[in-house]
């Protein structure tokens, strides 16, 4: 399935439906929208393979978790489309990235505006760090390290199977300090799951900062490939860097492409709070204010009116 | 008594090569958990992950996810303290079937803290979903595979491996307990290894007057407590729990839960590792050391009745079958 937007527009409206959201509630998850919405956009708009989603425009309220009394429970991930031989799997591995999921939705036609609005409200599936049931979502990521590990076992199963389907997991740098990425590129590797594929998000940043002072990481790639990787490397904000990236082939090897983005792109504006930029909350009305003026110009859509107190 | 030589090996082989959906999962204790010939009889059907258990559970949610059901083979301890993120995030909550085999249950190994699962009953079964089964014998070794396989969702096994004795005829079915005894003195709940213990026991106080009703549980979770506090009912002095387990949060908890929900008053001496860690030894001095053997049972049996039963170590020694444990080899790794 393939959207009328072009992946570019995708990617703007991404950035202005996450700024508008993060303005009107004061808060959000803005800056993993200026690094991913590239990689989001291209993701959904031309590099999987997705059917037409299966769940309602507008997603239905929290109804339940798994359980033997919940025979009815389903996962957000019809909103990928059906599970089927021939159709990609999307695993979003770090599940902070849950509102830029949404809004990535809403572009390609997936999910309706309202979804939005369901955000981190009580009683919605809509979840603030993407659940199973969430929209978009087929396994609980919220503790990271563990995405990589459960689709190199989805695309394992699927090769038995004779799907011809891949699995992608959509990834953030940060969790190569989790030593179960590690695990699971190895395992990856040792078993020859090249029907697997990650796109990384690799802004540098993490919930206390810059991860250079969190936690050095080294030379990621170098890293990959002695796990056994294969490894490409991109501008995550230049899609036809993306699109040579993913397109490299790796037979017999998970790939894993590594997407060098900037934490503030498109919203400039933003590097006045670095490093603290994991969840963005204004600090007083006064920034909340020149926020929205200073973005909106740069992402050239109106300024979101605000009620006056 | 009748000595069964690696059960679970035989069983497992039985079951996976009848049902192509079902994996067979290591991570690298592949001898040690009696699927050596399996791995080499049928490859295809054999997955090494190595010793990374984090990725073994995750991994598993994803094949699960894929329609698979794997069979995790590991140490019971290596399948929940590492990766208890993983079992809860990957498996547990979104039930995928599978089925995690835990060998060398509490003290059945020489390996010491790390390798003792002893709080795995008690971290199994407070997980929303989670299926709880333990094997007592040959028997129930043997029938474990199938029947764990027929849970819709994953389920926790402890699995006794290497020469086991054959206590029961007939195989392990889910939910359903054994009434070993239905004496009116005194109930005694066991599961695993402390079910032989307790039969040993029993032949002992027979002699000495004492009328024991003796339940053997394989199904811990889900766990049948009204008919625990039937039984507790029934008897005269109360109720003695005797697990390879820490008290707390194993069989003792749970049947000291279903009498106080039943609101029954009755006295129960829970017997077992008592808030301690244990360590490294042989199987029968580390049932004697943290009192988990029959001659604990017939203590605790005595604190309960009041009354000196005169057994001493001989007189179970007696009852024992030698050629139980002298067939067994060494717990080694």
């Known amino acids: 399935m393939r959207n009328e937007k072009s992946t570019e527009e995708v990617a703007r409206g991404i950035r202005a439906r996450v700024f508008e959201h993060t303005i009107r509630n004061n808060g959000g998850y803005l800056s993993q929208a200026c690094s991913a919405a590239e990689q ?73 505006p309202e979804g939005l609005e369901m955000f981190n409200r009580d009683g919605s599936s809509v979840e603030m760090i993407g659940a199973e049931h969430s929209p978009g979502m087929e396994v609980h990521n919220g503790t990271l390290g563990i995405g990589l590990s459960t689709a190199a076992g989805l695309a394992w199963g699927r090769r038995r199977l004779g799907h011809t389907g891949r699995v992608c997991v959509f990834m953030s740098d940060g969790e190569v300090q989790e030593g179960q990425t590690w695990e699971a590129v190895q395992a990856a590797a040792h078993h020859g799951i090249d029907n697997l594929w990650a796109l990384m998000d690799v802004n540098r940043q993490q919930c206390d900062g810059a991860m250079d002072d969190v936690m050095t990481v080294g030379d990621i790639a170098t890293k990959l490939r002695d796990f056994g990787a294969v490894v490409a490397e991109c501008d995550a904000h230049d899609l036809a860097a993306l699109r040579a990236a993913a397109a490299t082939p790796h037979p017999g090897r998970p790939l894993i492409v590594l997407a060098h983005s900037r934490p503030t792109q498109g919203m400039e504006s933003l590097m006045s709070r670095f490093p603290r930029l994991h969840y963005v909350r204004f600090k007083s009305e006064e920034e909340r204010a020149r926020m929205n003026a200073e973005i909106a110009a740069e992402l050239g859509v109106p300024p979101v009116p605000l009620e006056t107190h | 008594m009748e000595m069964v030589n690696r059960p679970y090996a035989a069983a497992f082989e039985a079951h996976a090569v009848q049902h192509p959906e079902v994996l067979c999962l290591s991570a690298d204790l592949t001898s040690s958990c009696e699927i050596d010939g399996f791995r080499d009889r049928h490859p295809e059907q054999f997955l090494s992950l190595g010793m990374a258990e984090q990725n073994m559970l995750s991994f598993a949610g994803g094949l699960g996810l894929a329609g698979f059901r794997p069979f995790l083979h590991s140490f019971g301890v290596f399948l929940y303290r590492r990766p208890y993120d993983q079992l809860v995030a990957s498996i547990a909550y979104p039930r995928r079937k599978v089925r995690l085999m835990g060998f060398l249950p509490g003290v059945t190994t020489p390996g010491g803290m790390t390798h003792q699962a002893i709080e795995d009953i008690s971290v199994m079964r407070t997980l929303p979903n989670m299926t709880v089964l333990e094997a007592g014998d040959a028997t129930e070794v043997e029938s474990i595979v199938a029947e764990a396989d027929t849970v819709d969702g994953p389920v926790y096994c402890r699995i006794l491996r290497g020469a086991v004795p054959r206590l029961f005829d007939t195989p392990l079915r889910i ?22 213990e307790a039969i040993r026991a029993r032949g002992a106080l027979a ?33 003695v729990t005797l697990e390879n387990h ?69 007189a179970l020694d007696a009852v024992r079958v030698e050629a139980v444990h002298s067939a067994v080899k060494a717990e080694a790794l």
């Not at chain 1, 929290?62 to 990609?88: E, I």
């Open chain 2, 175 to 196: 939910g359903q307990m054994r009434v070993l005894a239905e004496g009116c003195d005194v109930l005694v709940v066991t599961a695993g290894i402390t079910t032989e």
């Open chain 2, 246 to 314: 820490l008290v707390n949060g194993g069989i003792g908890s749970m049947v000291a839960e279903a009498l106080a929900e039943a609101g029954l008053a009755r006295r129960l001496v829970r017997l077992g590792l008592q808030d301690t860690y244990a360590h490294g030894g042989s199987r029968p001095y580390l049932m004697r050391h943290y009192g988990m053997d029959a001659l604990a049972l017939v203590r605790a049996i005595e604190r309960l009745t009041g009354q000196s039963t005169g057994i001493d170590e001989g």
């Open chain 2, 207 to 239: 002699g000495a007057g004492v009328s024991v009703r003796h339940l053997h549980l394989n199904t811990l979770k889900p766990f049948d407590a009204a008919q625990i506090v039937d039984h507790a009912a029934s008897v005269r002095h109360g109720v």
């Open chain 1, 40 to 112: 989001l956009a291209f993701l959904y708009n031309e590099a999987l393979n997705l059917g037409p989603s299966t769940m309602p425009m507008v997603p239905p309220p929290f109804s339940g978790v798994p359980s033997a009394a919940n025979p009815l429970y389903r996962t957000g991930a019809g909103y990928n489309g059906p599970f089927d031989a021939v159709h990609d799997r999307l695993f979003i591995a770090p599940a902070h990235y849950a509102l830029v999921a949404y809004a990535c939705l809403i572009e390609v036609g997936r999910m309706a």
